[in-house]
């Protein structure tokens, strides 16, 4: 993995947008629910087609962060010493933001994007808040 990060993310990148443009007449014409399983060549097809963006995209980000995110700020560092708590105790943070946004009449869209934009820092307060409890710092 170390040696990813030294080399070009731009073919495996590449590889991964072609794979995702080949998807897309599939996926416009509607025929994206019979190639979700069962024994048929279209579902081998979609699996292999899955499996190979998968792995273009993850080496290709890969190498991408490795070259062009190799340092942290203070910032990104405290984000990322609260991730594991934030992976912890996220569920109820989400649970009590939903209920807030509960009586509000949005389209599904806007509401997620507020939601989000709620939940998200709150995850986090509350998972630096935590790690200040007395051993808590060792679990979190």
């Not at 080399?7 to 080949?22: K, M, Y």
């Not at 594991?84 to 569920?91: D, F, P, S």
């Not at 389209?107 to 939601?115: G, K, M, N, R």
């Amino acid at each position: 993995l170390q040696q990813v990060g030294q080399r070009s993310p731009w073919p495996w990148l590449g590889a991964a947008a072609l794979l995702a443009l080949l998807a897309w007449p599939a996926l416009a014409s509607g025929a994206y629910g019979r190639l979700l399983g069962g024994l048929a060549p279209g579902a081998a097809l979609f699996a292999l087609w899955e499996a190979l963006l998968t792995l273009c995209a993850g080496v290709g980000l890969l190498a991408l962060f490795g070259r062009r995110f190799v340092t942290q700020s203070d910032f990104s560092q405290a984000l990322a010493a609260n991730a594991y708590g934030v992976y912890l105790l996220h569920v109820p943070v989400i649970v009590a933001v939903a209920l807030l946004l509960r009586p509000l009449a949005l389209p599904s869209l806007p509401l997620l994007l507020l939601a989000t934009a709620i939940a998200l820092p709150a995850c986090f307060l509350v998972a630096a808040l935590a790690r200040r409890l007395p051993f808590a710092h060792r679990v979190l």
